[in-house]
């Protein structure tokens, strides 16, 4: 079946469901991915606590280093002590790194990007049944569909997760030094070093939290705009984590084509999950004569 005809055909099988209106929102709102927010969360968090057992383990003996070369070293030897104790902290990195390996980072967020692409699928397809009476091909979003947003997402996230391992230890060996350098006592050296490292883990929380809208957002704008959708309307989460900007998005209708604008500051504008840590979602707005997709006819023949 040529495009057309397809195109033809789908019309044929949705007509009804419009009463002779050419715009029909969804009866649906595609839910947000909270629940895969939270595993990833808890991704983020095992991954950092790799780095905690790793810098306790090494504790005992750079406090034993701290407190030896600080009762002994001389003006003039400042930068052999320091060399000493830094020997111990190159333990904690090459330590971590042996663990990070057995972790298989790359793996587990291949896993969590495939568990939101399904979910996402699973709720455009309620919209669309909900809504137009019909069903999307199985097997419509699988394959290559998808794939350059997914490895684009993975590729992103462990960059990012990877990268504040790296910083925290930068920074902790700045730490180290200044703190000998300074006259702080073994124990404050301690807590700025824990302090440091729960720094980083908040940060890895926040990353987990914001990057699994922005590839349910992704995902969903493809998904959307594939079958000829136009227009959305905004949806925030209505709890007290959503934004005032975004609460005045909520209920109003935008093109995908055309982002509104969600910082009035500096005019920066987003679809629905790109803005940082955002849940809103986008209901799709059914267009007669543009809406076009794979589906099964009314017998459970395909339409395609």
């Known amino acids: 079946m040529d495009e057309q005809m397809h195109r033809r055909a789908v019309q044929e099988l949705i007509q009804k469901k419009?009463?002779?209106h050419d715009v029909l929102i969804s009866k649906y709102t595609p839910a947000f991915p909270s629940g895969i927010e939270r595993e990833y969360d808890r991704l983020s968090r095992q991954y950092?606590?790799?780095l905690k057992e790793t810098i306790e383990e090494e504790i005992p003996a750079l406090k034993e280093q701290i407190m030896k070369e600080r009762g002994t070293y001389r003006t003039d030897s400042i930068n052999d002590v320091l060399s000493l104790m830094l020997e111990v902290f190159n333990k904690i990195q090459e330590r971590f790194v042996e663990k990070e390996e057995g972790f298989d980072l790359r793996r587990k967020?291949?896993?969590f990007a495939n568990l939101t692409r399904k979910l996402t699928i699973k709720e455009w397809k309620k919209a669309v049944r909900k809504t137009l009476g019909i069903d999307i091909l199985d097997d419509y979003y699988m394959g290559e569909f998808y794939r350059a947003i997914m490895d684009r997402w993975v590729d992103e996230n462990v960059s990012l997760i990877k990268s504040i391992p790296g910083d925290t230890l930068e920074d902790i060996r700045g730490i180290i030094k200044?703190?000998?350098l300074d006259g702080k006592s073994t124990t404050r050296i301690m807590k700025d070093i824990q302090h440091r490292y729960n720094v980083g883990k908040s940060r890895a929380s926040l990353i987990a939290r914001d990057q699994v809208g922005k590839l349910n957002a992704a995902v969903t704008e493809a998904q959307q705009r594939d079958?000829?959708?136009e227009e959305y309307y905004w949806c925030d989460c209505g709890d007290g984590r959503v934004r005032k900007s975004h609460k005045r998005l909520n209920g109003r209708k935008f093109r995908w084509d055309t982002p509104p604008v969600v910082d009035e500051?500096?005019?920066r504008r987003c679809h629905p999950g790109q803005d940082y840590q955002c849940?809103?979602?986008a209901k799709p707005v059914f267009k007669?004569?543009?809406f076009n997709a794979p589906v099964a006819g009314k017998e459970g023949d395909t339409v395609a």
Request: charged content about 20%; aromatic content about 16%.
């Open 18 to 20: 419009f009463y002779g």
């Open 288 to 290: 007669f004569g543009t």
């Open 178 to 180: 200044s703190g000998f």
């Open 48 to 50: 950092m606590r790799l």
């Open 227 to 229: 079958a000829g959708i």
């Open 279 to 281: 849940r809103c979602r």
């Open 109 to 111: 967020l291949e896993s």
């Open 265 to 267: 500051k500096t005019g």
